[in-house]
């Protein structure tokens, strides 16, 4: 890595956990607005889910080629222009009349954030020594865990008191002061120059669109319907290739040396599991406190307080904590715990319950996500050679964002097979099966959790990855 000029530590960790912040409150800011979104823009489940997915898709196919281009181009550089295209994309959000327009701005969106994501992880972790990573990456995902608190929060005030469109609006001025900071204050570096993998991120980004298409429209054409077992047939076509290019690619999206490593290998897959539950489970709630339970967009976030303000809390300690017994305890726990507070919920989730009911089941769950999320990525990062930094970033950041997508899309069919938005009853007998499934995802990341190498991530990160 050539290193072209200095920035201190504190401006580091300021500004790249303020462009995660805006990139983590953008995914949850909309949650609450959707019951408003779909009646406004007068769509129903499957449009809804797609106001998510259209981010979360262009969001993880673009990573490992901003990556690259950071590399390339210079990592601060890339990193300020995805910052001021996310900017840009989001005030198109703000100003968009229809339904079409907006999907195609958050999909712009998502390229933006494609930018951001990676390339802040990757300079976070390149300003520090090992041993501080478990550390300065829980302060990280401490700090987005404002974005994971207020968002819910944020998008119920604004939509109950002013108007949807206007959740778009709060990130351009958190955009526009953190891209001209960034150019200021943060180093510049490069990696080294290689080439774009561009067939395999056409193979992936087709691949994982057409699963999720057909995940999404399974509910409703069903699961035999000819529209949805070519899209199958088509996701698992390219994604096949994809593997197969993967294998001769001169510099692959996912470098299939690095899931050699058991550690790697388990650390990603739990990273996709954990974040197919959490956006799977969010999609989910939000809607639940406003149809089934006749709450305010407002109300709704204040509600989920207990849920979504635990990362801000628990996250830092527990990378710290990291750094001393490993991640492989606080992953495993946290997300057997977050499968506990969703199953939970499940169960309190019947008639009108009152909210004392609910809110054990969000500490839990949110206590155990708070504990999961900075450790993922701390495991994934620990589990290679320091040369090797930005391409596990980027394939850790790639497979999370996937996770997200799959999950919110798998919830989605699970929900329209089993009930429709509307009256209260109809959307709890989706909304319990739904919200069940993403206590399973959970539950299985947890279980894969346990693959993960005894060693800390300290240690794991001086040492060859052979776990």
Known sequence: MITTTHASPRWTIGLTSIAFFMVTLDALVV??????????LKV?????????????????????????LGDRLGRRRVFCTGLALFTAASAACALAPTAGLLLAARAVQGLGAAAVMPLSLTILTAAFPPERRGAIVGIWGGV??????????????????????WIFWVNVPIGVTAALLSRARLAESRG????????????LSGGAVALVWALVRSGAAGWGSAEVLIALAAGGALLAGFVRWERRAETPILPPALFESRTFSAANATAFLMTAAIMGAAFLVTQYFQIALGDSPLQTGLRLLPWTATPLLVSPAAGALSDRIGTRPLMASGLALQATGLGWFVLQATGQPS???????????????SMALPTVSAAALGAVQPADLGKASGANTTLQRFGGAFGVAIVTAVFTANGRLGLPAAFQAGFRP??????GLSLAGAAIALLVSRRRTALMATQPATA
């Open 31 to 40: 949650t609450t607005a959707l019951p408003a979104i779909g009646h406004d």
């Open 44 to 68: 129903g489940v499957q449009t809804l889910d797609w106001t998510v997915n259209a981010y979360a898709l262009t969001y993880a196919s673009g990573i490992v080629t901003a990556a690259a």
């Open 144 to 165: 987005a865990g404002l974005g994971v608190a207020s968002g819910p929060v944020i998008g119920g005030a604004i939509t109950q008191g002013v108007d949807w469109h």
């Open 192 to 203: 080294p120059r290689v080439r774009l993998d561009l067939p395999g991120l056409v193979l």
């Open 355 to 369: 909210y004392g009911k609910l809110v054990l089941p969000l500490i839990v769950a949110g206590v155990g996500i």
């Open 434 to 439: 739904a919200l069940a499934v993403a206590a």
